[in-house]
């Protein structure tokens, strides 16, 4: 039975969400790419350490992302993905040597999320295996991937992403927030500390967010948008949902957790006290959605990335684009129990560290792509220029300190 003939019932709410989802559903799955394992440990770790004081960043990096995003999403208006600019820019050799590279670092995100996926179905389930449960996470991505029409894996990510959403919205509203505190940490303070530096670079790297600068340049086939309008305020619901749903994590972490850093459970066990047993489980719950959709939705960078380098046109869900991603979903999770069988390091330090790693190496390079892809194709004045240069500047800026502050973590935890 086709589409066109199928019968649904007049009385279900169906119009809504779909005009909603294919609306903002673009920027939905940039919120569920960002907010994985790193993400939810990041921010209940800046919380536990900082409070309320670092929450000034997260409308900062808002701003610099709608910058990156503007950039990419130009690109996509004209169907020029970033990856072809490269490739004429820097020849065909070297973009497909870069393209193996990323491909390869892109897939540690999915290592962190699928090890902490893993952790939390252990925890959830009868399984008790973490191994085993990273396999199943990196299973059930796979059969995302093979949905193959991009408007039902927008859907698919969309209600998970929301569903975090809302299990965080739920958590926040019930405690008795200080309000005045919490206005207060959107007021910018710096401080010497490596540990607050560290923290502030993380909540960056966590939010500027290089696969997704893939996606969009590529993305106009499926979304047949050509003007930015839309884009704009794709990205702006997006990016703005992913800030207020770090600010409720950073929230909840500041009033419940003490400092350290985090276990798998332990921003969920203060919350136990204060709502009751059901907390717990519902955190994890959390955990295990938002690792699951970022760790399969980042790789769908790679997806459009390693074809466009051997200058294919690929559209989402084609088949170059389906055995990208999955043969990088089998990596992940054997890589992610070599990891936790043969070292010492935890699904929570993975999801920690890996984001800074990413972001160390394929940030600055797509940075600068986006801006020399936006001074060839377009007459932009010269004010917009500046300001994509300046932010392209503040890339490299916050690679440097990525650096810096990464080695400082690993070196503390060693």
Excluded: C
Excluded at 234 to 249: C, E, K, Y
């Amino acid at each position: 039975m086709s589409s066109a003939d199928s019968y649904v019932p007049s009385w279900l709410p169906v119009e809504g969400p779909k005009r909603f989802v294919e609306a903002y559903g673009l920027g939905l799955l940039f919120s569920a790419n960002v907010f994985g394992a790193g993400s939810v440990y990041i921010l209940a770790n800046t919380g536990a350490n900082w409070g309320f004081l670092l929450l000034w960043a997260l409308p900062v990096a808002l701003v610099v992302d709608l910058a990156m995003h503007e950039m990419s999403g130009r690109l996509a208006t004209i169907d020029e993905p970033v990856v072809s600019y490269i490739r004429g820019a820097i020849g065909a050799g070297p973009t497909k040597v870069m393209a193996l590279f990323i491909a390869f670092i892109m897939q540690f995100w999915a290592i962190s999320n699928y090890a902490v996926a893993g952790a939390a179905l252990a925890y959830l389930t009868p399984l008790d295996n973490v191994y085993i449960g990273a396999i199943l996470a990196g299973g059930i991505g796979i059969a995302l991937v093979e949905l193959r029409v991009y408007d039902r894996v927008e859907a698919a990510i969309a209600a998970i992403i929301l569903t975090v959403f809302a299990i965080y919205i739920v958590l926040t509203l019930g405690l008795d927030l200080p309000i005045g505190r919490v206005m207060s940490g959107f007021v910018p303070y710096l401080q010497s500390d490596i540990g607050f530096l560290t923290s502030l670079i993380a909540l960056f790297g966590t939010t500027v967010y290089y696969p997704n600068f893939i996606i969009q340049s590529s993305i106009q086939p499926s979304k047949n948008w050509t003007e930015m309008g839309p884009y704009r305020r794709d990205n702006f619901v997006g990016i703005a949902f992913i800030v207020l749903l770090s600010a409720a994590v950073i929230v909840v972490s500041a009033l419940t957790m003490d400092p350290g850093t985090p276990t798998l459970t332990s921003p969920g066990v203060p919350l136990q006290a204060i709502f009751g047993s059901w907390a717990l489980p519902v955190f994890v719950l959390a955990v295990l959605l938002a690792t699951f959709s970022s760790a399969t939705g980042t790789l769908f960078g790679a997806g459009f990335l390693v074809p466009q380098a051997w200058d294919r046109t690929t559209v989402f869900g084609d088949r170059g684009f389906r055995r990208t991603v999955e043969i990088l979903i089998v990596m992940a999770v054997g890589f992610a129990v070599l990891l936790m069988e043969f070292t010492d390091i935890t699904p929570v330090r993975l999801g920690i560290v890996m984001p800074a790693v990413n972001g160390l190496i394929g940030l600055p390079i797509f940075a600068l792509a986006l801006f020399f892809a936006n001074r060839k194709f377009f007459d932009h004045p010269r004010w917009l220029n500046a300001v994509f240069a300046v932010v392209t500047v503040l890339m490299f800026v916050f690679t440097f300190l990525t650096a810096r502050s990464l080695y400082s973590q690993i070196v503390t935890w060693l």
